[in-house]
């Protein structure tokens, strides 16, 4: 880890500094956009030629890589695009484009991030999300609470909720989500912090540059990540400084609050929270404003709460370093999110007054500010009063100045933007640098908080210079489980009725036209979804021929290929869910003639035969005795032939077992036990 110190004046005063001849933070930045194109498959990245460059440099991984990325691809000088024709449809690929550029004797580096892919496909799944709920809200807020819970289930994320007392000690409320995490590893992934639980304080830091006889900053700040990072080494035996002017800043041994600066094990789990506690410049009360923050999150799921797809960028700093650039995080982020052309300076439309008096006039999807800062204010962008007084119409927020990235303070000009009209998400950036692209293919706000708060620990950008990386410090202001975008509002009205071994699902259309939907099927617990069209079903029906045993769920989604300045992924709304109960007339346990279907196990893997005699549509399936459909074998057609299907049963559990073959004909069933 890098150790840095900057001299910053006092509060809004603006920061002296040796700044580099560079004076425009887009100058380190590629911005990069890409074009795809399915047959053949290529995916083109784009990007504005700069005339000082002397050498450009293509890196490729896939999403989510842990570690060393792929062997540069070298460019001309005269390059500003790349076309990689090695890809697979519906796989994500993470690129990165580096510029080296000199004038006159000065030289430096530039970056850009890119994710793409080609007709990627929705999670059926994201994952489980532990829902950590301020006891204090349970009651007031319990149809919202339960509001966002379906809205989350319905786009497939399981839930788990635990209703915390302000009371409870740090490591208390870190053990519920931990046996959580420990019980499913696999699949929970996200924490959401709802009020004023406890908050963690950990380090000996001081990010924004005040260090003791600087502003008197350096100290312990709050680190939401150590309810994520699971396997840390968390310690209060250590520090002692009790240099900061704020008590909370000061830590000393054995007072709660923890000695690491830096997180040093890439962070288990995604964190993000929402609170409004102690923001009296806010007429209303915390309660209400809560309330207003989770009907604002389901307006926006639900495609009732839009903007124009374009970002804004206020920089009030000059550049201090090559590796401490503020703006930088902007210039990156922005052009494979909203597309080069829709980035608007705010200098360039505003010679005069504050950034947040531009956005309650103009609404944007993004917003960046960054200036001379105190607890409630940025220099040139605005202030807690003000967000409170005039509001502001942007949904997602980055900044950074002095002082409020400290966010656990009374009108925190960090947590400011979530308490107006339009608020979703934002964040304290550029110490270290976030990263969103993964945003522009349909990841979470959680996902790109988790890759920026294990920067540094784990590889993923540690060759990027930047300041305090891996920091504890890196929070995330906003509900962790949302995408950028979702496709307009869901289908309405779902109803699931038995007809014979079948079900007739039928449902009413949103009113914004989609191309097509995707049928989605559980059994009882709700708690494994599977995709059970084959292609997007176009009309407002669909009949499920081949339904579980007793209890099955439905889950319809609205669906559209999306194309973005980043790829081509299907977008989905969230979901209308039914439930109906199905008996299948001895289906999952008689013995059918097995003519068309035979199956044996051998050195732990399951082989089945199939041999059709004419052209049929197929759902070939391993059913456990209860008849839930436990692994998709074959799901599409089937010309005139003999088809052999290998399954691993390595991990199944002994007991009696089905292969379930549906096709045009009828259903035909084949037994086998599995023996341990």
């Not at 350096?218 to 400084?241: E, K, L, R, S």
Request: hydrophobic residues 35%.
């Amino acid at each position: 880890m890098k150790t840095i110190s900057l001299l910053f004046l006092l509060l809004s005063s603006v920061i002296s500094v040796n700044a580099s001849a560079q004076s425009a933070a887009a100058d380190y930045t590629v911005e990069l956009t890409a074009s795809v194109t399915s047959s053949p498959p290529h995916i083109t990245l784009h990007w504005k030629h700069d005339s000082r460059a002397v050498t450009y440099g293509v890196y490729r991984r896939m999403l989510g890589d842990i570690g060393s990325w792929g062997p540069e691809i070298p460019l001309t000088v005269s390059d500003s695009t790349y076309t990689d024709a090695n890809v697979t449809t519906g796989a994500v690929y993470e690129y990165e484009v580096v510029e080296s550029a000199k004038s006159g004797t000065t030289a430096w580096t530039a970056q850009g991030f890119i994710t793409s892919g080609i007709d990627v496909l929705p999670a059926t799944q994201p994952g489980t999300v532990v829902l950590l709920v301020d006891e204090t809200y349970a009651s007031a807020l319990a149809s919202e609470i339960a509001q966002w819970v379906s809205d989350v289930k319905a786009e497939g994320w399981n839930v788990i909720r635990h209703d915390v007392s302000r009371t409870e000690s740090v490591p208390q409320v870190r053990e519920l989500d931990s046996l959580d995490y420990e019980s499913d590893p696999t699949h929970v992934r996200t924490i959401f912090i709802l009020g004023h639980v406890p908050v963690p304080y950990s380090g000996d830091l001081a990010p924004d540059g005040h260090v003791p006889g600087k502003g008197n900053h350096q100290g312990a700040w709050p680190a939401d990540v150590f309810y994520g990072d699971i396997y840390g080494d968390w310690t209060d035996n250590t520090v002692d400084d009790t240099t900061a002017y704020d008590p909370r800043n000061r830590n000393v041994p054995g007072d709660g609050k923890f000695d690491q600066s830096q997180i040093d094990v890439p962070s288990s789990m995604e964190v993000g929270r929402v609170d409004f506690y102690n923001m009296p410049a806010f007429k209303m009360s915390d309660t209400a404003l809560l309330k207003q923050y989770l009907d604002r999150d389901h307006a926006f799921r639900t495609g009732q709460l839009t903007v124009p797809n374009r970002a804004l960028v206020d920089v009030n700093f000059p550049v201090f370093e090559t590796y401490d650039v503020p703006g930088e995080d902007a210039w990156r982020n922005f052009p494979p999110l909203v597309g080069t052309n829709n980035i608007v300076d705010f200098h360039a439309v505003s010679k005069a007054g504050d950034w947040s008096g531009y956005l309650d006039t103009a609404k944007y999807l993004w917003a960046y500010g960054c200036g001379g800062g105190s607890w409630a204010s940025c220099g040139g962008v605005g202030t807690t009063q003000l967000f409170a007084d005039s509001g502001a119409d942007a949904l997602f927020y980055m900044v950074f100045g002095s002082f409020f990235g400290d966010w656990d303070c009374q009108n925190n000009f960090d947590r400011a933007p979530l308490l107006t009209a339009y608020g979703l998400e934002d964040c304290w950036v550029s110490r270290p640098f976030w990263y969103f692209h993964p945003l522009g293919m349909g990841e979470t706000f959680g996902y790109c908080a988790r890759l920026t708060q294990n920067d540094g620990s784990s590889g993923f950008y540690d060759y990027v210079l930047g300041y305090e990386q891996a920091g504890v410090h890196v929070a995330l202001m906003g509900d962790p489980t949302l995408r950028m975008e979702y496709l307009s509002s869901p289908p309405t009205a779902l109803s699931a009725s038995v007809q014979g071994n079948s079900v007739q699902l039928s449902w009413t259309a949103p009113s914004v036209h989609v191309p097509g939907y995707n049928i989605y099927r559980s059994d009882a617990t709700g708690d494994t979804l599977l995709q059970i069209n084959s292609s997007l079903v176009v009309g407002t029906s669909y009949t499920d021929a081949a339904p579980l045993n007793d209890s099955n769920i439905y889950v319809v989604r609205a669906a559209a290929l999306t194309t973005t300045p980043s790829g081509s992924w299907w977008n989905e709304s969230g979901g209308v869910t039914q439930g109906v109960k199905v008996t299948l007339a001895d289906v999952a346990r008689s013995q059918v003639p097995q003519s068309n279907v035979t199956v044996y196990e051998a050195a732990g893997f399951l082989n089945v035969h199939v041999s059709e005699s004419s052209s049929t549509t197929a759902h070939l399936a391993l059913v456990d005795e209860t008849g839930r459909e436990i692994k998709v074998i074959e799901d599409g057609s089937l010309s005139p032939g003999e088809y052999n299907y290998r399954v691993n049963t390595a991990a199944m559990p002994s007991g009696a077992y089905f292969v379930r073959l549906v096709t045009n004909a009828g259903i035909r069933v084949a037994k086998i036990a599995i023996v341990r």
